[in-house]
């Protein structure tokens, strides 16, 4: 069983930095490619960034420039770093992998990202 454990988020004021750290446990983590999504109040669920086994990253147009996503597969973590952050990127942000089975979502148990004007 896989379980994703998430940590970092909180609450920064517009133009600030924040990292977000996710830990897998169970499975084995280098095969998996990792992604991180976000929910605002209101809103859909809807993705940020992903990074594939080998290490290769996509993101949304939305935080190209400012955000990175990255993996230490001997630690098995997946980060995003946050940079100049924007008030409307405040949302709960959550790791996620689909790798592991068929049809089967691992979701992080979610962390709030505020960000003041």
């Known amino acids: 069983q896989v379980q994703l454990v998430q940590s970092g988020g909180g609450l920064v004021q517009s133009g600030g930095s924040l990292r977000l750290s996710c830990t897998a446990s169970?499975?084995?983590?280098?095969?998996?490619?990792m992604g991180w999504y976000r929910q605002a109040p209101g809103k859909q669920r809807e993705l940020v960034a992903l990074?594939?086994?080998?290490?290769?990253?996509n993101y949304a147009d939305f935080v190209k420039g400012r955000f990175t996503i990255s993996r230490d597969n001997a630690k098995k973590t997946v980060d995003l770093q946050m940079n100049s952050l924007k008030p409307e990127d405040t949302a709960v942000y959550y790791c996620?992998?689909?790798?592991?089975?068929?049809?089967?979502?691992?979701w992080g148990q979610g962390t709030q990202v505020t960000v003041s004007r």
């Open positions: 996620h992998t689909d790798s592991v089975r068929p049809n089967r979502d691992y």
């Open positions: 990074i594939s086994s080998s290490g290769n990253t």
């Open positions: 169970g499975g084995i983590f280098s095969l998996y490619a």
